[in-house]
């Protein structure tokens, strides 16, 4: 169920691994899967999707038995012998194994209805027409997708306001201290960023703040992020309040941790848990050493459908079982990764491995002020903070764990630091040497 990336990446693994089964994939948009970075990244300068049988080789309409691209779930009927799917068109797909690779929707509050968002190739479509020299393009939101369309639109010539809700961009994903040091990559590139910029309404060519000031503009685009689409699973699978699917490392649907309101949590016998996998960002995926992991990663639904697939074919045995206790057993490894995100906004590219928390304390390597030109790269580190666990070497160097790396315009660390983060263990660092740019990062670590 889905035929985005993490669909198209399901049915491959099947049939890579030698899968001579029947499958089925379901659509929502009635075209091929594509690659949804893109769309925001190269709005402008790429005039199409990009296609995943050109950007990967995956064809599902030659590796599925049947592709209906546009037919979407609507209602799923897990049973003990088998699971049952109902589609939009009323037709009715009985499976041994179903993987919901459903992806996420654009939030749109109540009331917002008038707003533009980017979420499928026909939003990108739309706005691509309408973003020319000249244009007025009101932005709510300073997220990934809000802060890459106001790079790209201001680019293109188009007078670009960026309202943003907290108090720096990417605050949320981020934290307000890295945040800061984004805020004027805005004014450099020609974009007007107004912060802690409440909406109270919001029209096709205004909005309302809650101070009273109206913004008004040719376009109103929404950016304030996205959200599992599985609203039509409540009630019928265990959803977190985000609406994402919790499952084990190896993608299986897991069972409520608590009990849950009636009609809210999905009460169903572990037989019928066992047939239901999901993938990309519609799941929250136990990962060995960053915990719950929520979708959203690119990574995800890049690299999760091949362990996933790997478990429901049984070709490794008790996946989701930790790896010491796979070493013990004689079992090899699976495969980790840490979760990816990459941004090119504004003029500078970011990489963001791991999960960074408001909690953790953030050092740097290199100058995040921008040093003379506003160009300089630099390195942000998210580390553990611990109450009581200050550690120190021989030497007095600080020792930490690492849970987060951010990469910013220094294209030579992406390799060293995704080689570092794609373990099956923390990363723990002398802080010292960590944040000596002239050090390489992977001297530091302990």
Partial sequence: MGAGLAGA???????AHGFTGRVTILGAEGVPPYDRPPLSKELLTRPGPAWLTEEIGVDVTVLADEALLDDPAVDLEPGTGSVTVTTRSGRRVTA??????????????????????LHTADDAAHLRERLTPGTRLVSIGAGWI???????????GCEVT??????????????????????????????????GAQVTEVGARSVVLADGRTIEGDLVLAAVGARPATAWLKGTLPLDPRGSIRVNSA???????????SGTSGHLPLKALRRLYAVGDC??????????????HWSAALHDPEPTV????????????????????????????APYVFSQQLGHDIALFGTPSP????VYRGDPSGGATGHEGWTALYLETVAGAHRTNAEGHRLATVRAILVVDAPREVGQVRKLMNRDVALHVDVEIATDPGRRLRDAVV
């Fill in 9 to 15: 990446q399901t049915v491959a693994a099947l049939r």
């Fill in 162 to 195: 960026v309202l943003e809700a907290a108090q720096t961009p990417l605050e949320r994903q981020l934290g307000a201290e890295v945040g800061g040091h984004l805020a004027r990559w805005y004014a450099d590139a020609g974009a007007h960023l107004l912060t």
């Fill in 146 to 156: 809000g802060a890459e369309i106001a790079g790209v639109a201001s680019r293109a």
């Fill in 310 to 337: 790997r478990a429901i074919l049984g070709i490794d045995e008790m996946p989701a079982e930790p790896q010491p206790v796979r070493e013990l057993l004689g079992l090899a490894p699976v495969p980790q990764h």
């Fill in 359 to 362: 909690f953790h304390e953030v």
């Fill in 96 to 117: 041994d194994v179903a993987v919901l690779a459903l992806g996420s929707e654009p939030v749109r509050p109540p009331g917002w209805e008038a707003a533009l968002t």
């Fill in 251 to 261: 993608g299986r649907v897991a069972p409520p941790t608590v009990a849950a309101p």
């Fill in 283 to 296: 799941a929250t995926r136990d990962n060995a050493v960053f915990g719950p992991v929520p979708g959203g």
